[in-house]
């Protein structure tokens, strides 16, 4: 079983930036893929980047690409995301992911979420 504990969320002004991070307990993850999505009020859950450690693949959703990146630290089982020049439409609860699989299709892994509000 793996467990998820987001944190780092919290309120900024646009142009602003966070670092959010994703603890994994359980199980170590170095071939999982993780992934980070987001829900603002009233919207589906969107996906916002996934790396797949395994084969050092990286993808990131249009609206956050050259803006939030997404890292490790392996010795600290967590996982990142940087988010930079944040915007008010970048709003939402961020939630962190884990596929055992590695493949990053399936997601069976889930935190509780931490929220990000950007003023305007």
């Known amino acids: 079983q793996v467990q998820l504990v987001e944190s780092g969320g919290g309120l900024v002004q646009a142009g602003g930036s966070l670092r959010l991070s994703c603890a994994a307990s359980g199980r170590t993850f170095s071939t999982y893929a993780m992934g980070w999505f987001r829900q603002a009020p009233g919207k589906e859950r969107e996906f916002v980047a996934a790396?797949?450690?395994?084969?050092?693949?990286?993808k990131y959703a249009d609206s956050v690409k050259g803006r939030f990146t997404i890292s490790k630290d392996n010795a600290k089982n967590t996982v990142y995301l940087q988010m930079n020049s944040l915007k008010p439409e970048d709003t939402a609860v961020y939630y962190c992911a884990a596929d055992p699989s590695g493949t990053g299709a399936v997601y069976n892994y889930w935190g509780q979420g931490t929220q990000v509000t950007v003023s305007s």
């Open positions: 790396r797949r450690w395994s084969v050092g693949s990286t």
